[in-house]
């Protein structure tokens, strides 16, 4: 729905944040289904990485480690992040959101990871772009000149000339 209001009012700057988790690659046999909808949303981020150059509208996640929120100050959940255990403050997080927000080289399918290491005497905030790429195959079905790639090619082309509404109108009905 953003994209498509941002396609129709290109005079309107455009910028998605994604809120996932570490657990979009960092897996746990407690809370796969958790993990496996953290995945997807990285899924959804890389997918729409093009937008920023085809239309202008910026695209990032971040990816916290574990946060102090009053979610586990709940009785069900304090055992998830006791005190005395290094965790991320709500500050921390959003001064990150800013720099995805704001910083010329985001923007464009990033994935910020960010999570308190060090000790409880010297903790630190440790921040790294995630690079999913390194886990492509080196040979794509959606390879130059492949009709995949054809196909998506002109897709692109379509959103940036005509908005998302174009891609699910009948023929002629644009």
């Not at 289904?33 to 150059?53: H, M, P, R, T």
């Not at 239309?55 to 971040?62: K, Q």
Request: charged residues 20%; contains cysteine.
């Amino acid at each position: 729905m953003a994209v498509d209001y941002w396609l129709q009012n290109r005079d309107t700057e455009g910028n998605l944040l994604w809120v996932s988790s570490m657990g979009g690659y960092v897996h746990s046999i407690q809370t796969p289904f958790y993990f496996a909808s953290k995945a997807a949303i990285l899924s959804v981020v890389k997918s729409l990485q093009g937008l920023k150059e085809l239309v202008g509208i910026r695209n990032s996640v971040i990816c916290p480690g574990p946060t102090r929120t009053p979610l586990f100050d709940q009785e069900f959940c304090r055992d998830r992040l006791p005190v005395n255990d290094l965790a991320l403050s709500t500050e921390n997080l959003a001064d990150a959101m800013m720099k995805l927000l704001t910083e010329e080289q985001y923007g464009n399918g990033n994935i910020l990871e960010i999570m308190m290491t060090g000790s409880r005497d010297h903790p630190q905030v440790h921040q790294k772009e995630v690079q999913l790429e390194v886990l492509y195959p080196t040979a794509s079905p959606m390879g130059a000149g492949t009709k995949a790639m054809e196909e998506e090619l002109n897709f692109m082309r379509m959103v940036a000339q005509q908005g998302m509404r174009s891609t699910c109108a009948p023929e002629g009905k644009h």
